[in-house]
C-alpha cells in the first residue's frame, strides 16, 4: 500500500543545465519531488507557485551571488532550508556560506551523498520551528490586545474582561496576531493564508472563514462586542479597524463619563478655590458684608465724612447761614430767619 504521506520537494538550481538534470533525476529515484532551475527568475518563479521543501543552490549563479540571494529570502520571511554547492575552496567563502545555509557541497559532487545529506537537513529543519506555532507567531512572543481581549500565545489563551479564560487552536492565534499586526488594512484571503500557514500552504479560503466564525463566536460570547470591528470584505479578504488595542464600547463609555465627572469635579474645586482667595484678600468688618457702592454713592459718602469731620467747605449754604446767626444770637439776641420764608418765627435769647 502506498504512503499518503507527501514525498519533500527539492528546488536544484546551478547554472550547468546537465549537472541540474542529473541530480533531478537521483533525487526523484530518492522518492523526493525534484525540479530544476538555471536562474534567480525560475526559482522565485517555483517558490512562489510551490511548498518547497529544500532549495540547492549555487554560490554563484549567473554572475550574482546565492549567498546573498538565500539571505534576502530570509530576510522576506522565507526560511526555506538551503543547501549550497560551490567550487570555491576559499575558506572565507565556505564560511560565509554556511553563516546563511544549512549545509555545504564542494564539486564535484557525489549525488548520492548530497540527497544523504538533503535528508539530513530536512531532519534538523523539521525540529528547529517546534517553537513557531504558526508561521507569524512563537511561543516566546508577548502577549497582545486584540478586541478588547488579551492574548497569551505562550499557552494559547484568550484572556477576556469577563474575567474567562478560552483556550483555541494555534490557527486562532496566528489569525489574531495577523490582525492585530494590521489595524486599518485590508487583509486578502492569500496574504492571511501566507502568514499563518505559510508561502505555500493548500488552504481553502472557506477553511480560513470557518476560523474567523469560530474567533467572532468566542468573542461575542464573552462580551466583546468589538470583534465587529473585524469586517469581512467580501471577494477580497478582512478588514481589521484598531483591533489590536480596542476596547469594549461600554468600557470606552464608562472611561468618558468618568473623564467627564473629574473634569466637572476639577472645574468646581477651581471655582471654590478662587472665592476662598477673593474672601482672603476682602479686609474683615464687624457687620454683614455690603453690596459695593456706585460712583455717585462713594462720592456721596467721602462728602458726609469730611462734613462729620469739620470740614466747612463741604456744608450747605443753609447751614453755614443758620450757624453764623445763632452764634450772634447768643452775643446780643436776635430772631431766627425762617428758611422758607424769609421772615422771622421767633425770637432768640440766652
Not at 185 to 210: F, T, Y
Not at 274 to 283: D, H, I, L, N, R
Request: hydrophobic fraction near 35%; aromatic fraction near 6%.
Amino acid at each position: 500500500m502506498k504512503s499518503s504521506k507527501l514525498a519533500p520537494f527539492a528546488l536544484i538550481a546551478d547554472g550547468d543545465v546537465g549537472l541540474v538534470c542529473g541530480m533531478v533525476n537521483c533525487f526523484v529515484d530518492s522518492n523526493f519531488a525534484a525540479v530544476g532551475a538555471s536562474t534567480f527568475r525560475e526559482i522565485n518563479r517555483v517558490l512562489a507557485d510551490h511548498f518547497v521543501s529544500l532549495l540547492i543552490l549555487n554560490t554563484d549563479l549567473c554572475g550574482h551571488s546565492g549567498v546573498e540571494f538565500a539571505r534576502q529570502l530570509q530576510r522576506n520571511g522565507n526560511h526555506v532550508p538551503v543547501i549550497f554547492i560551490t567550487d570555491r575552496h576559499s575558506q572565507i567563502d565556505r564560511i560565509s556560506a554556511l553563516e546563511v545555509g544549512d549545509d555545504l557541497v564542494q564539486k564535484p559532487i557525489i549525488v548520492k551523498e548530497l540527497v544523504a545529506r538533503a535528508r539530513a537537513v530536512l531532519r534538523r529543519s523539521a525540529t528547529s520551528r517546534d517553537w513557531h506555532i504558526t508561521e507569524n507567531v512563537t511561543l516566546n512572543d508577548e502577549p497582545f490586545m486584540f478586541c478588547g481581549a488579551k492574548i497569551y500565545p505562550k499557552d494559547l489563551r484568550i484572556s477576556f474582561p469577563n474575567g474567562n479564560d478560552i483556550y483555541v487552536g494555534r490557527k486562532e492565534i496566528g489569525l489574531m496576531a495577523a490582525f492585530a499586526s494590521t489595524d486599518g488594512a485590508i487583509l486578502s484571503r492569500r496574504d492571511i493564508i501566507h502568514r499563518v500557514w505559510g508561502l505555500h500552504a493548500d488552504i481553502r479560503s472557506r477553511s480560513l472563514d470557518q476560523y474567523v466564525v469560530r474567533i467572532r463566536y468566542l468573542f461575542r460570547r464573552n462580551g466583546c462586542p468589538s470583534i465587529d470591528l473585524l469586517r469581512t470584505i467580501h471577494g477580497v479578504g478582512y478588514l481589521c479597524m484598531h483591533c489590536s488595542h480596542h476596547a469594549n464600547p461600554s468600557e470606552d463609555d464608562g472611561k468618558k463619563e468618568e473623564d467627564k465627572k473629574e473634569g466637572e469635579e476639577t472645574v468646581v474645586e477651581k471655582e471654590e478655590e478662587g472665592q476662598k482667595v477673593e474672601e482672603a484678600s476682602q479686609p474683615e468688618g464687624d457687620g454683614d458684608e455690603k453690596p459695593k457702592s456706585t460712583d455717585g454713592e462713594q462720592r456721596a459718602q467721602v462728602s458726609d465724612a469730611k462734613l462729620l469731620a469739620g470740614d466747612d467747605s463741604q456744608k450747605p449754604t443753609e447751614i453755614m447761614r443758620l450757624l453764623r446767626w445763632s452764634l450772634g444770637c447768643i452775643n446780643r439776641g436776635a430772631a431766627r430767619p425762617d428758611s422758607a420764608a424769609g421772615g422771622l418765627v421767633g425770637t432768640c435769647g440766652v
